[in-house]
T-cell receptor
Framework: GAGVSQSPSNKVTEKGKDVELRCDPI?????LYWYRQRLGQGLEFLIY????????KSGLPSDRFSAERTGESVSTLTIQRTQQEDSAVYLC?????????????FGQGTRLTVV | AQSVAQPEDQVNVAEGNPLTVKCTYS??????LFWYVQYPNRGLQFLLK??????LVKGSYGFEAEFNKSQTSFHLKKPSALVSDSALYFC?????????????FGIGTKLQVIP
């Protein structure tokens, strides 16, 4: 596609349910990032994939959060047993392996609301 | 730990007037600094960056930013605001030893340009 695509754009879920968020990066982009932005806060780094290397999971806030990436394409971010504090906009970004900030493209995000 | 402060939640400016969106940072060592813009219903877009060299950095859409080491600031500026500049602006920083996944973002400043 022309840009980074995220789905769903909005998700409302009940506390305790699991949710899965999807990111389709730009074709050919081997680097993929997940961020979270809670209301009134900056973007928080969650996880980073680069090709076939082991992902950098250092930003995941708890073991309820996990992410997978199939090769160099789609990534899914899974949140188990959702809590109200998980409510946020979840952003995905992708870039070429040598791409810096100017060559990193963001999706529109998934707004997650836990009720 | 590195941090970014955007002290204004919102900035209002009349069309045609100069605009400034403020950003201060804290990082060990020399910083890499970035500005991003998010237009309504669009993903984050890179605007400009400071890596080294000239303290005045020019970016997309006529924006520029001035790196001030003594004041640890990186304010975003534009000589003449357009209504189409209305958007959410994010400042970001990382130290030169960290990878891009280690970028810290501010909470964002909403710019409203009034016709």
């Amino acid at each position: 596609g022309a840009g980074v695509s995220q789905s769903p754009s909005n998700k409302v879920t009940e506390k305790g349910k699991d949710v899965e968020l999807r990111c389709d990066p730009i074709s050919g982009h081997t680097a993929l990032y997940w961020y979270r932005q809670r209301l009134g806060q900056g973007l928080e780094f969650l996880i980073y994939f680069q090709g076939n290397s082991a992902p950098d999971k250092s930003g995941l806030p708890s073991d309820r959060f996990s992410a997978e990436r199939t090769g160099e394409s789609v990534s899914t971010l899974t949140i188990q047993r959702t809590q109200q504090e998980d409510s946020a906009v979840y952003l995905c970004a992708s870039s070429l392996p040598t791409g810096g900030p100017s060559a990193t493209f963001f999706g529109q995000g998934t707004r997650l609301t836990v009720v | 730990a590195q941090s970014v402060a955007q002290p204004e939640d919102q900035v209002n400016v009349a069309e045609g007037n100069p605009l400034t969106v403020k950003c201060t940072y804290s990082v060990s060592g020399n910083p890499y600094l970035f500005w991003y813009v998010q237009y309504p219903n669009r993903g984050l877009q890179f605007l400009l960056k400071y890596i080294t060299g000239d303290n005045l950095v020019k970016g997309s859409y006529g924006f520029e930013a001035e790196f001030n080491k003594s004041q640890t600031s990186f304010h975003l500026k534009k000589p003449s605001a357009l209504v189409s500049d209305s958007a959410l602006y994010f400042c970001a920083v990382r130290d030169k030893t960290g990878g891009y996944q280690k970028v810290t973002f501010g909470i964002g400043t909403k710019l409203q340009v009034i016709p």
